[in-house]
């Protein structure tokens, strides 16, 4: 028999051993529902698992994971399915899918959140903002908080709170043996170390624990969009702003094309533009001053600028980042951008011109709160980092595959000169000297030290994987 049958029967004698007291539901290909669940986010992604567990529970995850094992089966884990890899799903694999934990409970006396794995950016932000606050979160809002926390966790909030992971107070995990535990900074502290950046390499954390912070109910935000022939300038004018920005002031940088939608003449549709963003989570006031700067950058094509509700500004890029899109990006670290920085990041035109793809670039602040926490005190790397580059693009037609990824490969390579690290949430399938690099050297070994006491089988590999200390590959 090969690889494929011995999945297959595997599967099905694991669904025959669990039927009678797993919760959840067991998907096999064969069931109405396995097409639908087996579909991610990045619709580049195209994988058949052999079997799909929908926990219900904490229970339901550690019988999953047992019977997993018995039957040779590899193990995936699903949260919100948002990876640009498609982590949650394998083919031939167990995926175990967490998306129906998706229970949020706040405590605002304590400002606590103790959030389910399967929960959504959306709900964690909607129960929060009840009581006027929030933990940081992502740029989009059907984002997974598990994947998110685990990688890292950068948003709007987080130069003034710090990541997602550095608000993480606790956690309860399955571990590779099926056993469970409750980790926080007085009970295994490696462990919660290692979650906070680390991936899903340790366990499968079932439920999170935040510290909340008073954000909202309005913040400000604004955008200003350019002239190409003017990007020089507003180039140099985001580096200024960014030196000035306190913790509350997250900017974005962006080049590429104009589309409909964009606060733009119509003839710019299409054409390269440079954007300026801004979100202020601070006085609004403070907020006003800062949208009235985007017109000293640059005469601008088009610009807004005002208080928004603050869940309204989680839930703005939704729609660009929407599900059912085929996607790529390459993303790194940058410590300064200096003029020849400036100069690659503009010259993304050199990538998706002459017959190349059209592809995007982005610079995000980072810096704050961030940088204030050791670069040792969390797995999450690259603490003093200024800014995230990231060159994407988005497309529909799988034709367009090899020329989409080739255009935002070469725009990469540009700025990998200026470069150092990566964001590991930002990492596609890249090797394991890519992740290495999400870390450096001396955490990314006492990484590999903790994966071999926690998972010594490297249970958990179909993730940005770390590899146990000590252990054949």
Partial sequence: M???????????????????????????????RYETARLVWNASIDRHPALIARCAGTSDIASALLAARRHGLEVAVRGGGHSIAGLGV???AMTIDLSRMAAVRVDPDARRATV???SLLSGLDRETQRH???????????????????????????RKHGLACDNLRAAEVVLADGSVTVTSDGHDPDLLWALRGGGGNFGIVTSFEFELHPVGPMVTTGVGCYDIADGRAVLEA?????????????????VGDAEPGSP???????????????????????????????????????DMAGPVPYLEVQTSNDTFWSHGVRRYWKSHYLWDLPDTAIDAFLGRGAASSGGGAPVSGSLQTRGGAIARIGEQDAAAGHRGARFEFMASTSWTDPGQDDPRRTST????????PYGRGVYVNNLGIEGE????????????????????RFDPDNVFHLNQNIHPAGRPR
């Fill in 264 to 302: 733009v003449p119509v003839r710019y549709h299409g054409k390269s533009v440079v954007s300026l963003v801004f979100v202020h989570i601070g006085d609004v006031e403070e907020g006003a001053a800062l949208g009235r700067r985007l017109r000293r950058a640059a005469p601008p094509l088009g």
């Fill in 2 to 32: 090969n690889a494929a049958t011995d999945n297959a029967r595997a599967a099905l004698d694991v669904s025959r051993e669990l039927r009678d007291t797993f919760r959840g539901d067991l998907l096999l290909p064969r069931d109405q």
């Fill in 238 to 254: 985001f580096r200024e702003l960014v030196a000035e920005a306190t913790d509350e002031t997250t900017w974005v940088a962006s």
């Fill in 409 to 416: 490969r070469l725009y990469a390579d540009q700025m990998a």
């Fill in 132 to 158: 006027g606050l929030a933990v940081t979160s992502g740029f989009v809002s059907h984002t997974g908080v598990a994947g998110l926390t685990l990688g890292g966790g950068f948003g709007w909030t987080a």
């Fill in 433 to 452: 000297d890519r992740v290495r690099d999400a870390y450096g050297a001396e955490k990314f070994q006492r990484l590999t030290s903790l994966k071999a």
């Fill in 90 to 92: 394998a083919d031939g």
């Fill in 116 to 118: 389910q794995a399967g």
